[in-house]
């Protein structure tokens, strides 16, 4: 089993910024992948952006230019930094680790963007 500690969430108007970051407890040097999704109220969950293997980067349309996926393998801390925040990326901010294992997910934390 896996464990996925997400943080960073919070209220911030638009136009500002935050870092989520996820902490897993297992190495993620060999991952298959890792990253983050979101779901907003009455809404299906989504890809926001992922690392795939060989550590490529994969980013929704929507948030391509705004955000920023990166990871520290020290750490096992995948880290989403948002910049120009919008009323319309407010969500429940989800992170995904996939290992040979099987596939984890995060508790969630919330982004609120007011505009």
């Known amino acids: 089993q896996v464990q996925l500690l997400e943080s960073g969430g919070g209220l911030v108007q638009a136009g500002g910024s935050l870092r989520l970051s996820c902490a897993a407890s297992r190495s993620i040097f060999s991952i298959y992948a890792m990253g983050w999704y979101r779901q907003a109220p009455g809404k299906q969950r989504e890809l926001v952006a992922v690392f795939t293997s060989g550590s490529k980067t994969n980013y929704a349309d929507f948030v391509k230019g705004r955000f920023t996926i990166s990871r520290d393998n020290a750490k096992n801390t995948v880290y989403l930094q948002m910049n120009s925040l919008k009323p319309e990326d407010t969500a429940v901010y989800y992170c995904?680790?996939?290992?040979?294992?099987?596939?984890?997910w995060g508790q969630g934390t919330q982004v609120t963007v007011s505009s």
């Open positions: 995904n680790a996939v290992y040979n294992a099987g596939e984890y």
